[in-house]
């Protein structure tokens, strides 16, 4: 028999049940752990190419525009900074998940909030810029 | 830097990760005075360094977390939201806030958080029933106990305000917002201490996330530094994680308790003036 909704079921907006937050955070999990894999691998082909050159770390990361460029000759401090240019972006990815997972479930509440944490995130370090730290 | 050293950041590293990943710290409050006191790397540097390696302890313990569904992604797309606005408001009056009082102001609210909990045994039992209009119950299997704790947050409200005021201070002092969320998460809001850890642990992750794309652009994220950081920190946080779920909540607020008091102390010397080692 289909359960029918109360009013008070009725009035509430549509929210992700916590079995679908259950399998939320079930994505969330094997994103990241895909994500830092990734890195890992990114960071240890870094690794293996400054061995391979003088045994040692690099001691400055290449700035974004050089980075292409770098990657195609095989520099370690490019594969090295991608790695941590990737790894700095993953919990944003995370979010950007939530916001999808929720919007495309019907959670608008819940992806409003999604969308909040991403414009703050973006303006914090604007408002650090500015406040000089 | 020689050889040693990038070991020895591993390593402070990793356990710094492993206690920070049991209680739902990123860690930086360890490795930064370390890194810079005692291991002679530039303190910007270290800051930077600790900052990318939040986001991986973050990730490494999140992961575990998430995938036992003890995080509260809700409350903690709320809190985000605050503390990041309060922080906001903090970076933009950096230079004109009288920082030595506000890091006595905080030093004695961390006090006050290790009072509240240490003496009250109600921040060890979660309230299972009543009002949820945001829809911010949840609950979590706790191996420790051995059953399913169900929890409903209260004072959300209030909560999120003084998620903003925390935000506010530590975007002034530079303070992680991990010390702040768990013991406000577990005393005022009645979060079980492993869910408040745990949804900490995902949520510090993302509020640094802006400082390091700063500190890459402006040339401080030091491989010889930032690598063995997160290398050590991946594997800590997995392990500290782990531990974390197994431990009994009342040993984590132990730990968690013992963490505050030592930075509640060391801004409370800063605030009147006493050197400390590897401090920001």
Redesign the interface.
Known sequence: MQRTSSPVEQQQPPTCSEAQLGHLSELLARLYRLWLGLVFVLLAFGLVLDVAEDARLEDATVPLPALPGRLMEGDPAAFESLALLIVTLGPIIGVVTMLAYCMFRGDRRTALLALLVLLVVAALPIARAIGGR | ?ELLV?LGILVVAALSATLGAMVGLGGGVFMVPIFSAFLGVPIKTAIAASG?AV??G???S???Y??H?M?N??LA??L??AT??G???G?????AAPVALLRAVFALALYAMIVLMTLRRASADPVTSGADRL?LA??FYDPAMGRTVHYVPQLVGPGALLSTVAGFVS?LL?VGGGVIQVPLMNVLMRVPVKAAAATSA?MI???V??????Y??N?L????V???A??GV?FGAQIGSRIGRHVHGSWLRRILVLILLYLATTLLLQALGVPVPGAR
């Open positions: 830097m990038e990318l986001i991986v973050s990730m490494g999140a992961s575990v998430l995938q569904r995080v992604l809700r797309l709320v985000l939201v990041a606005l922080a906001i408001g970076a933009l009056l950096v230079a829809r949840s609950s975007g530079g995902y992750g993302v509020t996330v802006g400082s390091v794309l700063l890459y652009a040339d994220l030091v491989p010889q930032a690598v063995p997160a290398l991946f």
